[in-house]
């Protein structure tokens, strides 16, 4: 469905508000490729990314009422954000998460149908965006995976626009040295 105008954004968003479900269809129809694309790259992994999207769009559902107007896209993937890094916190617990992930991305690089060579630049790609802290790398999928704007991005962090333009310059530079 892709970006929603701003007008019918507010009508699904108030709709969402009353609890009405054709509403909240339309918001997740409107938001799941970009939101499933912000997962993925993030943890590599379908599965994951399936049971995040899910837990937004819960977590939404819930958390709906507390939207109070604004940049609807900055909150939606601030509270992405959230939940990405409660995920972060969950398996940071167990020192064989970090191994199972590291596994589950080859995995999903196996079954993926791409040729040999573009199979090999994307596993280098996410390899060499993983040695990236996890602030860049974050900006990196934010800006370039998800869509948002430096505008959207910076509202979401509450950093200044000059700022989020800055690291992810830097983190764009580190990425394409990492590549070379």
């Known amino acids: 469905m892709g970006k929603v105008q701003s007008r019918d954004l507010e009508i699904i968003i108030s709709g969402c508000k009353k609890k009405d479900a ?21 943890c590599g992994d379908k599965n994951v990314s399936d049971d995040l999207l899910a837990e937004l769009f819960v977590k939404l559902l819930e958390k709906i009422d507390y939207f109070r107007g604004g940049n609807f896209d900055g909150w939606l993937f ?9 995920r972060l916190r969950a398996l940071q617990r167990d020192d064989k998460a970090l191994q199972g992930l590291r596994e589950e991305l ?7 149908r791409m040729s040999g060579q573009e199979m090999r630049m ?7 965006l993983g040695t990236l802290d996890e602030e860049s790398r974050e900006l990196i999928m934010l800006r ?3 869509e948002m704007s430096f505008k959207e991005i910076a509202e979401s962090r509450k950093m ?4 989020v333009l800055s690291k992810v310059h830097r983190a764009m530079a ?3 040295e990492l590549m070379e």
Request: proline share 2%.
């Open 122 to 128: 994307i596993d280098r790609l996410g390899k060499q």
């Open 78 to 86: 601030t509270v992405a954000s959230n939940i990405w890094h409660d």
């Open 144 to 146: 370039f995976y998800s």
């Open 106 to 112: 080859e995995l999903s690089a196996k079954q993926n």
């Open 174 to 176: 580190k990425l394409r």
């Open 160 to 163: 200044p626009i000059g700022t």
């Open 22 to 42: 054709a509403s909240f269809s339309r918001l997740v129809d409107a938001y799941s490729t970009r939101l499933y694309g912000y997962f993925y790259r993030l």
